[in-house]
């Protein structure tokens, strides 16, 4: 079972991440302007940030929300195809708001999916599950957009977003046959939806280390959005060439993923640590990255995915061990959806300031490491629950 929900979250990440770029490109090939593209995606991204704590809430109310999850992946797979069919022939407001509506099931692949992870490993297992997991998103990262590219290159743009939805929807019976969830009278499972969306949020508020382990993995995010909008600036001023920049995220993704590999073997006594020193390395990463000459700029880079896979491990594993059961998979996509927000705003926030200084843009994203990592100071004065 265990082997399926793996290879069912490989599939369905590796889709998602690439849709992105398909739709970047798509956009371009069908109206030549780089913001339609662009405008899509931050449609779908905004609906599944939007769409996190309902959707986590559904999952928690539903017994059989593996067919919520199931269904989810179908309807979020459709609508990719309808806004990948539908460019150059549907109005571009009307395929925004399709975009986001399709959006909204996205949480079905990243923090819906990880959430039932207890269904299908026993509990002392999830320290080493949750490094498996979190390769799946790194595997993802480095397989989707590479696909993208080549499909667009080989079969065009509109086919390369079918694709991407033909891998989430490829996913849906690994969703499907997940175990059902025992018959419960939980009171976090009754009431209005609204009521247990606020029980959600207020169950991460409320827990210290689901609290500040959230806040900072909001607040990291925030530079590695800085980072991501760095790249292609540090590809044309050091590389030789903007398009090399996508050497960089390569490079982190592959650092990533042979983290997770060692921690998969070796799961951390106290996940939190290890999310403190994954932080600690990535800022570390991001100030080397500013005054790295040349070349040494790609080692600095790959630096930051030796943290960035790993915080990923340490913070679903704290959520594992945190999340109340009847409010498990909101803790889930609600911090999944917080963090999305942390990546918008540090997209943002680069933008202007990488355009008047890169390495001033880096340096500002190592001192958001330094202050999200500052927030499990004093959380690690006591001990982690087992």
């Avoid at 030549?32 to 899509?40: K, V």
């Avoid at 039932?116 to 790194?138: I, K, Y």
């Avoid at 590809?235 to 996508?246: D, I, V, W, Y």
């Avoid at 926030?349 to 990592?373: D, H, K, M, R």
Wanted: net charge positive.
């Amino acid at each position: 079972m265990r082997y399926r929900y793996l290879a069912g979250a490989s599939a369905a990440r590796t889709g998602d991440e690439m849709s992105g770029p398909a739709l970047l490109l798509l956009g371009f090939a069908v109206t030549r302007a780089p913001g339609t593209g662009s405008l899509l995606l931050s449609a779908l991204t905004l609906g599944a940030a939007v769409g996190g704590p309902a959707f986590g809430a559904m999952l928690d109310r539903n017994h059989h929300s593996e067919r919520i999850l199931a269904g989810s992946l179908v309807v979020y797979a459709a609508g990719l195809v309808a806004v990948g069919a539908g460019l150059g022939r549907i109005p571009l407001p009307l395929l925004t708001v399709l975009a986001g509506a399709a959006g909204l099931a996205g949480p079905a692949v990243a923090g819906g999916w990880t959430s039932q992870a207890p269904r299908v490993v026993p509990r002392g297992e999830l320290g080493r599950f949750s490094a498996l997991d979190a390769m799946t998103f790194g595997t993802a990262s480095l397989a989707g957009p590479a696909l993208a590219a080549a499909a667009a290159a080989g079969f065009g743009a509109r086919p390369a977003v079918i694709i991407a939805a033909a891998l989430v929807a490829l996913a849906m019976p690994a969703a499907w046959m997940l175990p059902a969830t025992p018959v419960s009278r939980d009171p976090a499972r009754a009431g209005p939806l609204r009521q247990q969306v606020t029980a959600g949020v207020a169950a991460i508020v409320r827990n210290k280390d689901l609290g500040r382990v959230t806040a900072t993995s909001v607040i990291s995010y925030a530079g590695v959005g800085m980072l991501l909008v760095c790249c292609p600036l540090l590809g044309q001023q050091r590389l030789g060439a903007a398009s090399r920049g996508a050497l960089l995220i390569s490079a982190a993704a592959v650092a990533s993923l042979l983290a997770n590999a060692v921690l998969a073997r070796r799961p951390p006594r106290d996940p939190r640590v290890l999310v403190l020193a994954s932080t600690l390395l990535m800022a570390a990463s991001l100030a080397l990255a500013a005054v790295a000459p040349g070349w040494l700029t790609l080692a600095a880079v790959a630096l930051s995915g030796l943290g960035e896979g790993p915080q990923l491990t340490g913070l679903l594993a704290v959520r594992h061990a945190e999340a109340p059961p009847g409010l498990r998979a909101q803790v889930f996509t609600t911090a999944a959806s917080l963090k999305i927000g942390g990546l918008a705003a540090g997209t943002a926030l680069a933008g202007p300031l990488a355009a008047a200084s890169v390495p001033a843009c880096l340096l500002t994203a190592a001192v958001l490491q330094l202050a999200a990592a500052a927030f499990l100071a004093n959380l690690l004065k006591r001990p982690a629950r087992k």
